[in-house]
């Protein structure tokens, strides 16, 4: 067996023996590839990247019995070795920088490089949150000047600057629902879905304690404005719909939809995730929604991903407005900025349901959304809806002869184009169509959301892909779907060329080892 660069290599089973065909190389590295150990498996207690005194011998701890008595088990590396070892990981990882991440509902977009020199320009990157109010009048304007652009972009009547991703604007949203019928003197139990929602969206509503009950879609991927207006009643709080909906179909009826949850007296709860399709061009508050969060990374880009920063701006019609939660950027009859808080809620913003986040909000992305903005203009964000549009109707029509397109019947999609297994042969699926698209060097599309579709594949190109980048994509999602369709098993053991084979995803997710000591099965190789 060899041993890899460190002289550790782990104990692999079986079947994993042949991703390193015996006398490949002399280290199981293949050319610039190479295979990295775990970070404990090339430690050692005694390393550290920084020079530390040694503690003072019979020095009582001012922990006391609160002091550590054995080693916490961190790894010990110098500082090149942690270098090297993270950029070496780096190097088996994709990114958006790479390459096209065609990741339906995630938009992973090309982020600007001006909007990263902006938001590290020093009077952006430094402030702090505590700072007095005088000295950061210029980041409270870029608050003020962002939130104008949600506001004029949605035609809404204000906007919450503070939730700090999609998820969280969604709560938002739904606190503020129930702030305005507790408002009210009303209670009411029930939050109505559509059955292609994101899985937040349910989420969100259990979690601000309401029952989601779920309204089925119509064979043309929409919501069945029908069913919804016999579910309708005076125990429903709010529709959480997503508009264009999770199935990349624009949601036609959603001027009625809105007066027929409003004749009930709820409110309407759009999920902006896909604002990029639209914007510039269709204005939610004039569809009548009361509350919509809008993804900062994804319609305005900046990098996400990974655990990266998002940020959920919700903004909200008049009804809604006044219980939007603290704090509030407010400009003073002197014209300065100032902070609407906790000690002036109640003159200022009596109604406010609260707070959601320490501070303002994620300050680096409103710099970098609002660079992004400026920078494209009125003019330039329309086209960014149009040609995301665009983009993804080329996906479309050009798979929809090798992979079922269900709902390309009904016309053009906007930004996502939605495939199922329908044509795949019995015995293969939308996984190993995924994993073959790994061996082609592409990073898979979204694979099985939405639910409503069996096996689906949800495909989002954005705007930022040329038409070279996704003729290369189309043409190796022919090939691979093509095999599929052919009943081609070695599509069963794809990746064949990646780093690592298939991995017990589930597993890793669930069952993740973190901990150096359950890190047992690893041996050394001399
Ligand atoms: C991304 C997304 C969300 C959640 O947004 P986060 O910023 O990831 O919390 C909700 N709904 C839809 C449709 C999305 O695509």
Same mark, same amino acid.
């Given at each position: 067996? $060899?041993?890899?660069?460190?002289?550790?290599?782990?104990?692999?089973? /079986?079947?994993?023996?042949?991703?390193?065909?015996?006398?490949?190389?002399?280290?199981? $590295?293949?050319?610039?590839?190479?295979?990295?150990?775990?970070?404990?498996?090339?430690?050692?207690?005694?390393?550290?990247?920084?020079?530390?005194?040694?503690?003072?011998?019979?020095? #009582?701890?001012?922990?006391?019995?609160?002091?550590?008595?054995?080693?916490?088990?961190?790894?010990?590396?110098?500082?090149?070795?942690? =270098?090297?070892?993270?950029?070496?990981?780096?190097?088996?990882?994709?990114?958006?920088?790479?390459?096209?991440?065609?990741?339906?509902?995630?938009?992973?977009?090309?982020?600007?490089?001006?909007?990263?020199? =902006?938001?590290?320009?020093?009077?952006?990157?430094?402030?702090?949150?505590?700072?007095?109010?005088?000295?950061?009048?210029?980041?409270?304007?870029?608050?003020?000047?962002?939130?104008?652009?949600?506001?004029?972009?949605?035609?809404?009547?204000?906007?919450?600057?503070?939730?700090?991703? &999609?998820?969280?604007?969604?709560?938002?949203?739904?606190?503020?629902?129930?702030? /305005?019928?507790?408002?009210?003197?009303?209670?009411?139990?029930?939050?109505?879905?559509?059955?292609?929602?994101?899985?937040?969206?349910? /989420?969100?509503?259990?979690?601000?304690?309401?029952?989601?009950?779920?309204?089925?879609?119509?064979?043309?991927?929409?919501?069945?404005?029908?069913?919804? *207006?016999?579910?309708?009643?005076?125990?429903?709080?709010?529709?959480?719909?997503?508009?264009? $909906?999770?199935?990349?179909?624009?949601?036609?009826?959603? =001027?009625?939809?809105?007066?027929?949850?409003?004749?009930?007296?709820?409110?309407?709860?759009?999920?902006?995730? $896909?604002?990029?399709?639209? @914007?510039?061009?269709?204005?939610?508050?004039?569809? !009548?929604?009361?509350?919509?969060?809008?993804?900062?990374?994804?319609?305005?880009?900046?990098?996400?991903?990974?655990?990266?920063?998002?940020?959920? #701006?919700?903004?909200?019609?008049?009804?809604?407005?006044?219980?939007?939660?603290? #704090?509030?950027?407010? *400009?003073?009859?002197?014209?300065?900025?100032?902070?609407?808080?906790?000690?002036? %809620?109640?003159?200022?913003?009596?109604?406010?349901?609260?707070?959601?986040?320490?501070?303002? &909000?994620?300050?680096?992305?409103?710099?970098?959304?609002?660079?992004?903005?400026?920078?494209?203009?009125?003019?330039?964000?329309?086209?960014?809806?149009?040609?995301?549009?665009?983009?993804?109707?080329?996906?479309?029509?050009?798979?929809?002869?090798?992979?079922?397109?269900?709902?390309?019947?009904? &016309?053009?999609?906007?930004?996502?184009?939605?495939?199922?297994?329908?044509? =795949?042969?019995?015995?293969?699926?939308?996984?190993?169509? %995924?994993? !073959?698209?790994?061996?082609? &060097?592409?990073?898979?599309?979204?694979?099985?959301?939405?639910?409503? @579709?069996?096996?689906?594949?949800?495909?989002?190109?954005?705007?930022?892909?040329?038409?070279?980048?996704?003729?290369?994509?189309?043409?190796?999602?022919?090939?691979? /779907?093509?095999?599929?369709?052919?009943?081609?098993?070695?599509?069963?053991?794809?990746?064949?060329?990646?780093? *690592?084979?298939?991995?017990?995803?589930?597993?890793?997710?669930?069952?993740?080892?973190?901990?150096?000591?359950?890190?047992?099965?690893?041996?050394?190789?001399?």
């Amino acid at each position: 067996m $060899n041993a890899n660069s460190s002289g550790w290599r782990p104990a692999m089973p /079986a079947d994993e023996e042949t991703v390193y065909p015996a006398g490949s190389t002399h280290t199981g $590295n293949r050319a610039l590839m190479v295979e990295e150990p775990l970070i404990f498996e090339i430690s050692n207690s005694l390393n550290c990247g920084v020079d530390l005194p040694e503690p003072e011998p019979g020095r #009582p701890s001012r922990l006391g019995n609160l002091a550590r008595d054995r080693q916490l088990g961190l790894p010990g590396l110098s500082q090149p070795e942690a =270098v090297r070892h993270y950029t070496r990981l780096s190097r088996q990882n994709y990114a958006i920088d790479c390459g096209i991440f065609p990741l339906g509902s995630c938009t992973m977009k090309h982020n600007p490089r001006l909007n990263e020199q =902006v938001a590290r320009l020093k009077g952006f990157a430094d402030v702090h949150p505590l700072q007095p109010e005088g000295s950061v009048q210029g980041a409270l304007a870029v608050i003020d000047e962002l939130a104008h652009w949600l506001v004029t972009l949605t035609g809404m009547h204000s906007v919450a600057m503070s939730p700090k991703a &999609g998820a969280h604007g969604e709560l938002c949203g739904i606190l503020c629902i129930r702030a /305005a019928l507790e408002a009210r003197g009303e209670m009411r139990e029930v939050v109505l879905v559509p059955e292609s929602a994101h899985g937040t969206n349910p /989420a969100t509503a259990a979690f601000a304690g309401y029952r989601v009950e779920t309204i089925p879609a119509t064979a043309d991927g929409r919501i069945d404005l029908g069913a919804l *207006r016999q579910r309708l009643g005076t125990d429903v709080a709010a529709l959480m719909i997503t508009n264009p $909906n999770t199935c990349g179909l624009f949601e036609r009826d959603m =001027v009625a939809i809105s007066e027929a949850v409003h004749a009930v007296g709820g409110y309407v709860y759009c999920d902006g995730a $896909n604002f990029n399709a639209i @914007v510039g061009r269709v204005r939610p508050g004039d569809l !009548g929604v009361d509350a919509m969060h809008i993804n900062l990374h994804k319609t305005f880009s900046t990098p996400h991903g990974g655990g990266g920063p998002g940020s959920g #701006p919700v903004v909200l019609s008049e009804a809604l407005a006044p219980f939007a939660p603290l #704090p509030i950027v407010r *400009r003073t009859a002197e014209g300065t900025l100032t902070l609407i808080e906790e000690e002036t %809620a109640e003159a200022d913003a009596p109604e406010s349901f609260g707070r959601m986040t320490a501070f303002h &909000g994620q300050m680096g992305m409103f710099t970098r959304a609002l660079s992004y903005m400026l920078s494209h203009g009125a003019d330039g964000l329309r086209q960014v809806s149009g040609d995301a549009v665009l983009n993804a109707n080329y996906v479309l029509r050009s798979l929809e002869d090798v992979l079922d397109a269900p709902y390309a019947h009904a &016309g053009p999609c906007m930004h996502e184009a939605l495939f199922s297994d329908a044509k =795949v042969a019995e015995g293969i699926s939308t996984l190993d169509i %995924a994993k !073959g698209l790994i061996d082609e &060097g592409f990073h898979p599309m979204t694979m099985y959301f939405p639910l409503v @579709v069996h096996g689906a594949m949800l495909v989002e190109p954005t705007e930022t892909e040329s038409k070279a980048t996704l003729d290369q994509f189309i043409a190796a999602m022919r090939s691979v /779907a093509g095999r599929a369709n052919d009943g081609d098993t070695s599509l069963l053991q794809a990746p064949l060329h990646a780093p *690592r084979r298939r991995l017990d995803e589930t597993g890793a997710a669930r069952k993740p080892v973190l901990v150096w000591s359950e890190v047992s099965q690893f041996e050394r190789v001399e």
